[in-house]
Protein backbone atom coordinates (compact mmCIF):
# COMPACT_ATOMS: atom_id res chain seq x y z
CA UNK A 1 0.00 0.00 0.00
CA UNK A 2 1.81 3.46 -0.93
CA UNK A 3 1.53 5.96 1.44
CA UNK A 4 -0.91 8.37 0.01
CA UNK A 5 -3.42 5.13 0.33
CA UNK A 6 -2.32 4.65 4.06
CA UNK A 7 -2.61 8.11 4.90
CA UNK A 8 -6.07 8.03 3.20
CA UNK A 9 -7.06 5.25 5.00
CA UNK A 10 -6.07 6.39 8.62
CA UNK A 11 -7.88 9.44 8.03
CA UNK A 12 -11.04 7.33 7.36
CA UNK A 13 -10.68 4.82 9.87
CA UNK A 14 -9.78 8.42 12.65
CA UNK A 15 -13.53 9.67 11.22
CA UNK A 16 -15.17 6.69 12.12
CA UNK A 17 -13.15 5.35 15.24
CA UNK A 18 -15.09 5.24 18.59
CA UNK A 19 -14.22 7.86 20.76
CA UNK A 20 -14.91 8.34 24.23
CA UNK A 21 -14.45 11.54 25.59
CA UNK A 22 -16.06 13.68 28.39
CA UNK A 23 -18.25 10.79 28.77
CA UNK A 24 -19.82 11.15 25.58
CA UNK A 25 -19.41 8.22 22.44
CA UNK A 26 -19.18 9.53 19.29
CA UNK A 27 -20.51 6.70 16.40
CA UNK A 28 -20.92 6.78 12.94
CA UNK A 29 -24.43 6.96 12.92
CA UNK A 30 -24.73 6.76 16.49
CA UNK A 31 -24.90 8.34 19.68
CA UNK A 32 -24.54 7.20 23.47
CA UNK A 33 -24.07 8.54 26.63
CA UNK A 34 -22.53 7.17 29.40
CA UNK A 35 -22.08 8.57 33.07
CA UNK A 36 -18.08 8.66 32.55
CA UNK A 37 -15.91 11.80 31.91
CA UNK A 38 -12.80 9.11 31.03
CA UNK A 39 -11.09 9.67 27.35
CA UNK A 40 -11.52 6.56 25.95
CA UNK A 41 -9.97 7.56 22.46
CA UNK A 42 -7.48 4.18 22.40
CA UNK A 43 -10.33 2.67 20.67
CA UNK A 44 -8.28 3.35 17.95
CA UNK A 45 -5.92 0.38 18.48
CA UNK A 46 -8.03 -2.05 16.36
CA UNK A 47 -6.73 -0.44 13.49
CA UNK A 48 -2.58 -0.40 14.30
CA UNK A 49 -2.39 -4.03 13.16
CA UNK A 50 -3.80 -2.72 9.59
CA UNK A 51 -1.31 -0.51 9.18
CA UNK A 52 1.96 -2.19 9.84
CA UNK A 53 4.40 -3.17 7.46
CA UNK A 54 4.17 -7.10 8.22
CA UNK A 55 2.95 -8.92 5.41
CA UNK A 56 -1.56 -9.66 5.65
CA UNK A 57 -1.21 -13.42 5.70
CA UNK A 58 0.98 -13.35 8.88
CA UNK A 59 -0.94 -10.53 10.57
CA UNK A 60 -3.65 -12.91 10.33
CA UNK A 61 -2.23 -15.67 11.10
CA UNK A 62 -1.00 -14.18 14.31
CA UNK A 63 -4.11 -13.17 15.15
CA UNK A 64 -6.02 -16.21 14.70
CA UNK A 65 -3.24 -18.08 16.57
CA UNK A 66 -3.53 -16.03 19.25
CA UNK A 67 -7.38 -16.08 19.34
CA UNK A 68 -7.00 -19.92 19.67
CA UNK A 69 -4.57 -19.53 22.25
CA UNK A 70 -6.76 -16.97 24.44
CA UNK A 71 -9.89 -18.86 24.39
CA UNK A 72 -8.82 -22.32 25.18
CA UNK A 73 -9.13 -21.13 28.65
CA UNK A 74 -12.90 -20.95 27.98
CA UNK A 75 -14.68 -23.79 25.83
CA UNK A 76 -17.67 -22.00 25.10
CA UNK A 77 -15.61 -19.02 23.58
CA UNK A 78 -12.99 -21.55 21.96
CA UNK A 79 -15.89 -23.11 20.14
CA UNK A 80 -17.46 -19.94 18.87
CA UNK A 81 -13.92 -18.93 17.29
CA UNK A 82 -13.67 -22.15 15.67
CA UNK A 83 -17.21 -21.86 14.48
CA UNK A 84 -16.02 -18.90 12.48
CA UNK A 85 -12.38 -19.75 11.53
CA UNK A 86 -11.10 -17.49 14.19
CA UNK A 87 -12.59 -14.22 12.55
CA UNK A 88 -12.87 -11.39 14.75
CA UNK A 89 -16.10 -10.64 16.41
CA UNK A 90 -14.97 -7.25 18.36
CA UNK A 91 -11.81 -5.81 16.89
CA UNK A 92 -12.32 -5.77 13.06
CA UNK A 93 -12.51 -2.11 10.73
CA UNK A 94 -15.98 -2.25 10.14
CA UNK A 95 -18.93 -0.38 11.33
CA UNK A 96 -20.31 -3.51 12.89
CA UNK A 97 -16.99 -4.07 15.02
CA UNK A 98 -17.01 -0.56 15.96
CA UNK A 99 -21.08 -0.41 17.10
CA UNK A 100 -20.44 -3.78 19.16
CA UNK A 101 -16.83 -2.49 20.83
CA UNK A 102 -19.25 1.00 21.85
CA UNK A 103 -22.00 -0.69 23.03
CA UNK A 104 -20.41 -3.40 25.29
CA UNK A 105 -18.28 -0.43 26.91
CA UNK A 106 -21.58 1.85 27.21
CA UNK A 107 -22.90 -1.49 28.64
CA UNK A 108 -20.46 -2.22 31.28
CA UNK A 109 -19.74 1.26 32.29
CA UNK A 110 -23.28 1.68 32.69
CA UNK A 111 -24.02 -1.81 34.39
CA UNK A 112 -24.84 -0.23 37.60
CA UNK A 113 -27.70 1.00 36.24
CA UNK A 114 -28.97 -2.37 36.42
CA UNK A 115 -27.48 -2.65 40.36
CA UNK A 116 -25.23 -4.85 39.21
CA UNK A 117 -21.41 -4.42 40.32
CA UNK A 118 -19.13 -1.75 37.63
CA UNK A 119 -15.90 -3.52 38.90
CA UNK A 120 -16.95 -7.06 37.78
CA UNK A 121 -16.38 -6.00 34.41
CA UNK A 122 -13.49 -3.19 34.82
CA UNK A 123 -14.36 -1.35 32.08
CA UNK A 124 -11.19 0.84 32.69
CA UNK A 125 -9.00 -2.78 32.86
CA UNK A 126 -10.47 -3.48 29.26
CA UNK A 127 -9.56 0.19 27.51
CA UNK A 128 -6.19 -0.44 29.10
CA UNK A 129 -6.00 -4.07 27.54
CA UNK A 130 -6.92 -2.25 24.42
CA UNK A 131 -5.36 0.87 24.25
CA UNK A 132 -1.92 -1.47 24.71
CA UNK A 133 -2.50 -3.35 21.40
CA UNK A 134 0.94 -3.01 19.38
CA UNK A 135 0.44 -6.33 17.06
CA UNK A 136 -1.81 -8.53 15.55
CA UNK A 137 -1.31 -10.89 18.90
CA UNK A 138 -2.17 -8.27 21.28
CA UNK A 139 -5.41 -7.40 19.26
CA UNK A 140 -5.87 -11.42 19.08
CA UNK A 141 -5.83 -11.48 23.34
CA UNK A 142 -7.91 -8.11 23.21
CA UNK A 143 -10.57 -9.81 21.01
CA UNK A 144 -11.52 -12.57 23.47
CA UNK A 145 -10.57 -10.72 26.42
CA UNK A 146 -13.84 -8.55 24.90
CA UNK A 147 -15.81 -12.01 24.22
CA UNK A 148 -15.17 -13.29 28.05
CA UNK A 149 -16.07 -9.43 29.40
CA UNK A 150 -19.20 -9.86 27.48
CA UNK A 151 -20.67 -13.22 28.20
CA UNK A 152 -19.81 -12.34 31.78
CA UNK A 153 -21.87 -9.25 31.78
CA UNK A 154 -24.76 -11.00 29.29
CA UNK A 155 -24.70 -13.68 31.44
CA UNK A 156 -25.18 -11.53 34.88
CA UNK A 157 -27.98 -9.16 33.08
CA UNK A 158 -30.23 -11.52 32.29
CA UNK A 159 -30.53 -14.41 34.98
CA UNK A 160 -28.10 -12.76 37.68
CA UNK A 161 -24.42 -12.43 39.32
CA UNK A 162 -25.57 -14.39 41.69
CA UNK A 163 -26.31 -18.62 42.23
CA UNK A 164 -29.02 -18.96 43.97
CA UNK A 165 -28.93 -21.66 45.78
CA UNK A 166 -24.71 -20.84 47.14
CA UNK A 167 -26.73 -17.86 48.99
CA UNK A 168 -29.47 -20.23 50.46
CA UNK A 169 -30.14 -23.68 49.99
CA UNK A 170 -34.06 -23.15 50.40
CA UNK A 171 -33.84 -20.55 46.87
CA UNK A 172 -34.27 -23.94 44.72
CA UNK A 173 -34.98 -21.84 41.80
CA UNK A 174 -34.03 -23.09 38.19
CA UNK A 175 -32.19 -20.38 36.61
CA UNK A 176 -33.31 -20.22 33.07
CA UNK A 177 -29.38 -20.12 32.24
CA UNK A 178 -28.71 -19.31 28.27
CA UNK A 179 -26.44 -21.47 25.66
CA UNK A 180 -23.16 -19.24 26.18
CA UNK A 181 -22.31 -19.82 22.87
CA UNK A 182 -25.62 -18.41 21.56
CA UNK A 183 -24.99 -14.77 23.45
CA UNK A 184 -22.01 -14.52 20.88
CA UNK A 185 -23.40 -16.24 17.78
CA UNK A 186 -27.05 -13.93 18.75
CA UNK A 187 -24.53 -10.64 18.97
CA UNK A 188 -22.34 -11.65 15.49
CA UNK A 189 -25.94 -11.63 13.55
CA UNK A 190 -27.74 -9.27 15.30
CA UNK A 191 -27.88 -5.20 15.31
CA UNK A 192 -25.39 -4.20 18.52
CA UNK A 193 -27.83 -1.57 19.87
CA UNK A 194 -30.78 -3.84 19.70
CA UNK A 195 -29.32 -7.09 21.37
CA UNK A 196 -27.39 -5.18 24.11
CA UNK A 197 -31.03 -3.72 24.93
CA UNK A 198 -32.94 -6.85 24.51
CA UNK A 199 -30.87 -8.36 27.59
CA UNK A 200 -32.47 -7.53 30.74
CA UNK A 201 -35.65 -8.57 31.77
CA UNK A 202 -38.29 -7.42 29.81
CA UNK A 203 -41.26 -7.86 32.68
CA UNK A 204 -42.92 -4.99 34.17
CA UNK A 205 -41.77 -5.89 37.34
CA UNK A 206 -38.24 -5.35 36.33
CA UNK A 207 -39.13 -2.23 34.68
CA UNK A 208 -40.68 -0.79 37.90
CA UNK A 209 -38.27 -1.71 40.01
CA UNK A 210 -35.46 -0.08 38.10
CA UNK A 211 -37.06 3.29 38.56
CA UNK A 212 -37.66 2.38 42.00
CA UNK A 213 -33.95 2.36 42.24
CA UNK A 214 -33.41 5.56 40.68
CA UNK A 215 -35.80 7.35 42.75
CA UNK A 216 -34.82 5.97 46.60
CA UNK A 217 -31.51 6.62 45.13
CA UNK A 218 -32.09 10.11 45.05
CA UNK A 219 -33.78 10.19 48.45
CA UNK A 220 -30.98 8.60 49.93
CA UNK A 221 -28.60 10.85 48.13
CA UNK A 222 -31.12 13.72 49.80
CA UNK A 223 -30.81 12.11 53.44
CA UNK A 224 -33.38 9.45 53.96
CA UNK A 225 -36.80 10.35 56.00
CA UNK A 226 -35.08 11.46 58.55
CA UNK A 227 -35.03 10.48 62.30
CA UNK A 228 -36.74 7.52 63.41
CA UNK A 229 -39.48 7.19 65.91
CA UNK A 230 -38.19 6.60 69.40
CA UNK A 231 -40.73 4.19 70.46
CA UNK A 232 -42.09 0.02 69.86
CA UNK A 233 -45.80 1.29 69.72
CA UNK A 234 -47.99 4.06 69.60
CA UNK A 235 -52.10 4.64 69.23
CA UNK A 236 -54.23 6.98 68.95
CA UNK A 237 -54.55 9.52 71.54
CA UNK A 238 -50.99 9.58 72.35
CA UNK A 239 -49.04 12.50 72.38
CA UNK A 240 -45.13 14.16 73.37
CA UNK A 241 -42.03 13.76 71.17
CA UNK A 242 -42.50 10.21 69.80
CA UNK A 243 -45.78 11.41 68.54
CA UNK A 244 -43.98 14.10 66.19
CA UNK A 245 -40.93 12.27 65.25
CA UNK A 246 -43.78 9.51 63.88
CA UNK A 247 -45.67 12.65 62.39
CA UNK A 248 -42.92 13.87 60.64
CA UNK A 249 -41.45 10.55 59.25
CA UNK A 250 -44.87 9.82 57.74
CA UNK A 251 -44.91 13.26 55.98
CA UNK A 252 -41.37 12.84 55.13
CA UNK A 253 -43.22 9.49 53.13
CA UNK A 254 -45.76 11.08 51.62
CA UNK A 255 -48.31 9.29 53.81
CA UNK A 256 -49.62 12.62 55.72
CA UNK A 257 -50.01 16.19 54.55
CA UNK A 258 -47.99 19.15 56.13
CA UNK A 259 -49.39 18.84 59.95
CA UNK A 260 -48.22 20.60 63.28
CA UNK A 261 -50.23 17.95 65.66
CA UNK A 262 -48.26 16.69 68.76
CA UNK A 263 -51.13 14.28 69.22
CA UNK A 264 -51.62 10.81 67.65
CA UNK A 265 -54.86 12.02 65.77
CA UNK A 266 -57.11 11.14 63.28
CA UNK A 267 -55.37 12.09 60.50
CA UNK A 268 -52.19 10.32 61.74
CA UNK A 269 -54.09 7.34 62.16
CA UNK A 270 -55.39 7.70 58.63
CA UNK A 271 -51.94 7.70 57.53
CA UNK A 272 -50.44 4.76 59.90
CA UNK A 273 -53.88 3.05 58.20
CA UNK A 274 -52.51 3.79 54.79
CA UNK A 275 -49.05 2.98 55.40
CA UNK A 276 -49.96 -0.53 56.63
CA UNK A 277 -52.12 -1.19 53.79
CA UNK A 278 -48.97 -0.66 51.18
CA UNK A 279 -46.70 -2.48 53.74
CA UNK A 280 -48.99 -5.65 53.80
CA UNK A 281 -49.58 -5.07 57.66
CA UNK A 282 -53.23 -5.18 59.32
CA UNK A 283 -54.76 -2.24 58.24
CA UNK A 284 -56.02 -1.25 62.17
CA UNK A 285 -54.22 2.31 62.31
CA UNK A 286 -52.29 1.76 65.53
CA UNK A 287 -48.69 1.63 65.20
CA UNK A 288 -47.94 -1.31 66.92
CA UNK A 289 -44.59 -3.22 67.20
CA UNK A 290 -44.43 -4.75 63.36
CA UNK A 291 -45.71 -1.62 61.95
CA UNK A 292 -43.42 0.43 63.92
CA UNK A 293 -40.77 -1.55 62.74
CA UNK A 294 -41.18 -0.89 59.28
CA UNK A 295 -41.97 2.84 59.83
CA UNK A 296 -38.44 3.04 61.12
CA UNK A 297 -36.43 1.00 58.35
CA UNK A 298 -33.75 3.06 56.56
CA UNK A 299 -34.48 4.27 53.07
CA UNK A 300 -30.56 2.48 52.15
CA UNK A 301 -32.71 -0.75 53.50
CA UNK A 302 -35.27 -0.25 51.44
CA UNK A 303 -32.78 0.33 48.78
CA UNK A 304 -30.95 -3.19 49.30
CA UNK A 305 -34.49 -4.67 48.64
CA UNK A 306 -34.87 -3.47 45.81
CA UNK A 307 -31.10 -4.64 44.39
CA UNK A 308 -32.17 -7.91 45.96
CA UNK A 309 -35.37 -7.46 43.78
CA UNK A 310 -33.55 -6.83 40.65
CA UNK A 311 -31.42 -9.83 41.01
CA UNK A 312 -34.73 -12.41 41.53
CA UNK A 313 -36.26 -11.29 39.03
CA UNK A 314 -33.12 -12.08 36.83
CA UNK A 315 -33.13 -15.28 38.25
CA UNK A 316 -36.89 -15.55 37.23
CA UNK A 317 -36.23 -14.57 33.54
CA UNK A 318 -38.61 -17.03 31.70
CA UNK A 319 -41.93 -17.29 30.93
CA UNK A 320 -44.68 -17.92 33.60
CA UNK A 321 -47.60 -18.94 32.18
CA UNK A 322 -50.93 -17.20 30.48
CA UNK A 323 -52.52 -18.11 33.65
CA UNK A 324 -50.25 -18.94 36.94
CA UNK A 325 -50.01 -18.94 40.64
CA UNK A 326 -47.73 -16.67 42.27
CA UNK A 327 -47.34 -17.25 46.32
CA UNK A 328 -45.30 -14.25 48.04
CA UNK A 329 -43.81 -15.65 51.16
CA UNK A 330 -42.92 -12.14 52.79
CA UNK A 331 -46.02 -10.88 51.55
CA UNK A 332 -47.98 -13.88 53.00
CA UNK A 333 -50.37 -13.81 49.57
CA UNK A 334 -51.81 -16.04 47.05
CA UNK A 335 -52.68 -14.65 43.54
CA UNK A 336 -53.75 -16.31 40.58
CA UNK A 337 -52.57 -14.12 37.62
CA UNK A 338 -54.35 -14.55 33.77
CA UNK A 339 -52.72 -12.51 31.18
CA UNK A 340 -50.18 -10.56 33.64
CA UNK A 341 -53.40 -9.43 35.73
CA UNK A 342 -54.47 -10.30 39.66
CA UNK A 343 -57.76 -12.24 38.91
CA UNK A 344 -57.66 -13.84 42.73
CA UNK A 345 -55.93 -13.55 46.11
CA UNK A 346 -56.20 -14.82 48.90
CA UNK A 347 -54.04 -14.66 52.60
CA UNK A 348 -51.47 -17.18 53.44
CA UNK A 349 -49.65 -18.46 55.67
CA UNK A 350 -46.20 -20.18 55.39
CA UNK A 351 -43.40 -22.14 56.58
CA UNK A 352 -42.14 -21.05 60.23
CA UNK A 353 -38.89 -19.43 60.70
CA UNK A 354 -37.13 -22.66 62.67
CA UNK A 355 -34.35 -24.37 61.12
CA UNK A 356 -36.58 -26.86 59.37
CA UNK A 357 -39.44 -25.50 58.29
CA UNK A 358 -39.00 -22.20 55.96
CA UNK A 359 -41.04 -22.53 53.05
CA UNK A 360 -38.45 -23.11 49.75
CA UNK A 361 -38.45 -20.87 46.95
CA UNK A 362 -39.14 -23.10 43.43
CA UNK A 363 -41.38 -23.59 40.31
CA UNK A 364 -44.10 -26.31 39.11
CA UNK A 365 -46.78 -26.76 37.38
CA UNK A 366 -50.28 -27.99 39.49
CA UNK A 367 -51.96 -30.89 38.29
CA UNK A 368 -54.90 -31.34 40.08
CA UNK A 369 -56.34 -30.88 44.15
CA UNK A 370 -57.73 -33.14 46.24
CA UNK A 371 -61.45 -32.73 47.58
CA UNK A 372 -61.82 -33.75 51.20
CA UNK A 373 -58.21 -34.98 51.29
CA UNK A 374 -56.43 -37.34 54.41
CA UNK A 375 -53.52 -36.07 55.96
CA UNK A 376 -50.56 -38.54 55.33
CA UNK A 377 -48.08 -37.28 57.83
CA UNK A 378 -44.82 -36.43 56.66
CA UNK A 379 -41.66 -38.88 58.23
CA UNK A 380 -39.66 -35.43 59.45
CA UNK A 381 -43.44 -34.54 61.39
CA UNK A 382 -43.90 -38.62 62.33
CA UNK A 383 -40.17 -38.88 64.05
CA UNK A 384 -39.55 -36.02 65.60
CA UNK A 385 -43.09 -34.80 66.87
CA UNK A 386 -44.80 -37.77 67.17
CA UNK A 387 -43.10 -40.45 67.84
CA UNK A 388 -41.57 -39.15 71.06
CA UNK A 389 -45.37 -38.15 72.44
CA UNK A 390 -46.05 -41.84 71.54
CA UNK A 391 -43.34 -43.07 73.56
CA UNK A 392 -44.63 -41.57 76.28
CA UNK A 393 -48.28 -42.49 76.18
CA UNK A 394 -49.39 -45.34 73.36
CA UNK A 395 -52.79 -43.14 73.21
CA UNK A 396 -51.47 -39.87 72.37
CA UNK A 397 -52.76 -37.75 68.78
CA UNK A 398 -55.82 -40.51 68.57
CA UNK A 399 -57.12 -38.26 65.75
CA UNK A 400 -54.06 -39.72 63.89
CA UNK A 401 -53.92 -43.45 62.59
CA UNK A 402 -51.19 -45.51 62.38
CA UNK A 403 -50.73 -47.95 59.73
CA UNK A 404 -48.10 -50.57 58.58
CA UNK A 405 -47.15 -51.03 55.19
CA UNK A 406 -50.30 -52.81 53.73
CA UNK A 407 -52.23 -49.61 55.14
CA UNK A 408 -53.75 -51.65 58.01
CA UNK A 409 -54.13 -49.60 61.14
CA UNK A 410 -52.24 -50.79 63.97
CA UNK A 411 -53.53 -51.22 67.78
CA UNK A 412 -52.09 -48.84 69.55
CA UNK A 413 -52.64 -51.53 72.37
CA UNK A 414 -50.43 -54.22 71.25
CA UNK A 415 -47.46 -52.05 69.95
CA UNK A 416 -44.41 -51.52 72.03
CA UNK A 417 -43.27 -47.72 70.46
CA UNK A 418 -40.76 -47.52 72.77
CA UNK A 419 -38.21 -49.80 71.02
CA UNK A 420 -38.34 -47.49 67.89
CA UNK A 421 -35.93 -44.62 67.27
CA UNK A 422 -36.56 -42.30 64.33
CA UNK A 423 -34.58 -44.26 62.24
CA UNK A 424 -36.44 -47.95 62.38
CA UNK A 425 -39.77 -47.03 63.14
CA UNK A 426 -41.52 -48.98 60.91
CA UNK A 427 -44.96 -46.87 60.64
CA UNK A 428 -46.87 -44.50 58.89
CA UNK A 429 -49.54 -41.98 59.69
CA UNK A 430 -52.40 -40.56 58.51
CA UNK A 431 -55.29 -38.57 59.56
CA UNK A 432 -58.52 -38.94 57.77
CA UNK A 433 -60.43 -36.73 55.78
CA UNK A 434 -62.88 -34.12 58.21
CA UNK A 435 -62.92 -31.00 59.16
CA UNK A 436 -60.49 -31.68 61.89
CA UNK A 437 -57.89 -32.76 59.43
CA UNK A 438 -54.46 -30.29 59.23
CA UNK A 439 -54.88 -30.34 55.41
CA UNK A 440 -58.54 -28.93 55.85
CA UNK A 441 -61.04 -29.59 53.16
CA UNK A 442 -59.00 -29.41 49.97
CA UNK A 443 -55.11 -29.54 48.88
CA UNK A 444 -53.95 -28.38 45.84
CA UNK A 445 -51.30 -30.34 44.32
CA UNK A 446 -48.09 -29.69 42.39
CA UNK A 447 -46.30 -32.55 42.73
CA UNK A 448 -42.48 -32.07 43.90
CA UNK A 449 -39.75 -33.14 45.78
CA UNK A 450 -40.16 -30.48 48.37
CA UNK A 451 -43.51 -32.49 49.28
CA UNK A 452 -45.04 -28.65 49.54
CA UNK A 453 -48.56 -28.09 48.40
CA UNK A 454 -51.26 -25.22 49.19
CA UNK A 455 -54.37 -26.81 51.43
CA UNK A 456 -57.35 -24.91 53.54
CA UNK A 457 -56.19 -25.47 57.35
CA UNK A 458 -58.72 -25.45 60.52
CA UNK A 459 -56.65 -22.76 62.06
CA UNK A 460 -58.34 -19.60 60.85
CA UNK A 461 -57.42 -17.76 63.50
CA UNK A 462 -53.55 -17.41 61.92
CA UNK A 463 -54.10 -15.14 59.01
CA UNK A 464 -55.26 -12.65 61.34
CA UNK A 465 -51.77 -11.90 62.17
CA UNK A 466 -49.08 -9.55 60.42
CA UNK A 467 -46.22 -12.37 60.41
CA UNK A 468 -48.17 -15.77 59.42
CA UNK A 469 -45.15 -17.80 59.17
CA UNK A 470 -46.87 -21.09 61.29
CA UNK A 471 -46.45 -23.65 58.92
CA UNK A 472 -44.10 -27.06 58.93
CA UNK A 473 -43.35 -25.39 54.98
CA UNK A 474 -46.26 -26.01 53.13
CA UNK A 475 -48.94 -23.02 51.93
CA UNK A 476 -51.96 -22.60 53.82
CA UNK A 477 -54.87 -20.52 52.10
CA UNK A 478 -57.32 -18.02 53.86
CA UNK A 479 -60.25 -18.80 51.26
CA UNK A 480 -59.50 -21.67 49.73
CA UNK A 481 -62.80 -23.34 48.48
CA UNK A 482 -63.00 -19.32 46.17
CA UNK A 483 -59.60 -20.43 45.19
CA UNK A 484 -60.40 -23.43 44.46
CA UNK A 485 -63.76 -22.05 42.29
CA UNK A 486 -61.22 -19.93 40.47
CA UNK A 487 -59.46 -22.70 39.03
CA UNK A 488 -62.61 -24.85 37.89
CA UNK A 489 -63.94 -21.87 36.35
CA UNK A 490 -61.82 -22.67 33.44
CA UNK A 491 -63.34 -26.24 33.15
CA UNK A 492 -66.75 -26.03 34.72
CA UNK A 493 -70.23 -24.15 34.07
CA UNK A 494 -70.83 -24.20 37.70
CA UNK A 495 -67.29 -24.82 39.63
CA UNK A 496 -68.74 -23.67 42.82
CA UNK A 497 -71.45 -26.50 42.56
CA UNK A 498 -69.34 -28.92 41.64
CA UNK A 499 -67.28 -28.52 43.83
CA UNK A 500 -69.44 -28.74 46.90
CA UNK A 501 -71.05 -31.62 45.75
CA UNK A 502 -67.61 -33.46 45.72
CA UNK A 503 -67.41 -32.04 49.25
CA UNK A 504 -70.67 -33.00 50.12
CA UNK A 505 -70.03 -36.56 49.85
CA UNK A 506 -67.12 -36.87 52.32
CA UNK A 507 -65.32 -39.05 50.02
CA UNK A 508 -61.48 -38.09 49.24
CA UNK A 509 -61.78 -37.11 45.33
CA UNK A 510 -58.85 -36.04 43.17
CA UNK A 511 -60.02 -33.69 40.69
CA UNK A 512 -57.38 -33.44 37.46
CA UNK A 513 -56.62 -29.94 36.01
CA UNK A 514 -57.86 -29.91 32.75
CA UNK A 515 -55.38 -27.40 32.03
CA UNK A 516 -52.16 -27.61 34.73
CA UNK A 517 -51.28 -24.59 36.37
CA UNK A 518 -47.81 -23.23 36.74
CA UNK A 519 -47.11 -22.59 40.30
CA UNK A 520 -44.32 -19.90 41.56
CA UNK A 521 -43.03 -19.77 45.11
CA UNK A 522 -41.04 -16.59 45.24
CA UNK A 523 -39.74 -14.47 47.97
CA UNK A 524 -39.82 -10.64 46.92
CA UNK A 525 -39.95 -7.36 50.05
CA UNK A 526 -40.05 -5.11 47.08
CA UNK A 527 -43.17 -5.60 44.95
CA UNK A 528 -44.92 -3.76 42.55
CA UNK A 529 -48.40 -2.88 43.28
CA UNK A 530 -51.53 -2.53 40.41
CA UNK A 531 -50.52 0.94 40.37
CA UNK A 532 -47.50 0.28 39.61
CA UNK A 533 -46.39 1.98 42.83
CA UNK A 534 -43.76 0.07 45.05
CA UNK A 535 -44.14 -1.32 48.38
CA UNK A 536 -42.16 -3.39 51.15
CA UNK A 537 -42.20 -6.08 53.21
CA UNK A 538 -40.53 -7.88 55.85
CA UNK A 539 -37.84 -9.42 55.06
CA UNK A 540 -38.79 -12.72 57.50
CA UNK A 541 -36.37 -15.52 56.74
CA UNK A 542 -33.37 -13.55 56.28
CA UNK A 543 -32.99 -14.40 52.71
CA UNK A 544 -32.52 -11.19 51.17
CA UNK A 545 -30.05 -9.93 54.08
CA UNK A 546 -28.01 -13.27 52.67
CA UNK A 547 -28.64 -12.03 49.17
CA UNK A 548 -27.82 -8.49 49.68
CA UNK A 549 -24.57 -9.63 51.47
CA UNK A 550 -23.16 -11.87 48.62
CA UNK A 551 -24.10 -8.73 45.99
CA UNK A 552 -22.22 -6.34 48.17
CA UNK A 553 -19.20 -8.68 48.37
CA UNK A 554 -19.68 -9.33 44.03
CA UNK A 555 -19.12 -5.38 44.35
CA UNK A 556 -22.43 -3.72 44.52
CA UNK A 557 -22.89 -0.43 46.01
CA UNK A 558 -26.10 1.63 46.57
CA UNK A 559 -24.37 5.19 46.46
CA UNK A 560 -25.61 8.22 48.36
CA UNK A 561 -25.18 8.67 51.69
CA UNK A 562 -26.80 6.46 54.93
CA UNK A 563 -30.13 7.89 56.09
Given at each position: ???Q??????????Q???V????????????????F??VF??I?????S???????????????Q????????DE??A????????APLWTG????????R???????S?????????A????Q?????????Q??????????E?????L?YA?D??????IP???????????P?R???????GL??AK??AF???L??R?????????????????L??G???????AK??EP????????A?R????AM????R??T?T?????T???????V????????V???????????TVA????SV?VAL?R??W??????K???????P????????D????????????????????????????H???N??W????????????????????????I?????RGR??N????N??K??ARN?P????Q???PRNA???V????P??????????P?????????????H??V?L???F?F?Y????AQ?D??K?YF?RV??S???T??????????????????T???G???????????????W????K??VV?G????
Open positions: MNRALGNLRTLEEKVTFKFGVFQMTGDSILPRGVSAAFVFIFFTPTPASAQVTAFKAVAEAAARDIAFYRSTNYPSDQHRARAQLMAAITADDHGLSIRYDPGLMGTLSAVSPRDRGFAEVMSRVFQRIQTGMLNRVDSRIVRDVYDRTAYLTAEPAFRAPPSLEYNALLKEKIAMQRLDAGWGPTVPSLGDSGTAVILNRLMDYLGSNQYDKAIDAVHEFQAHGLNADGAGAATMAQINTKRLQFEERFNTERGRHILVNIDFTAKVVDGKVTFQTRSVVGARTEDRPTPEFSDVMEMVIPSYVPRSIVTKEYLPALRRNPNAVRHQITDRVVRGAAFSYSFYAMRPPGLGLKFMFNKHNIYLHDTQKSLFSRDVRAFSGCRNDPDATLLAEDPGQLKGREKVLLDQPVPVHIIYRTAVNARHTEYRADIYGRDARIDALSAGLGVQG
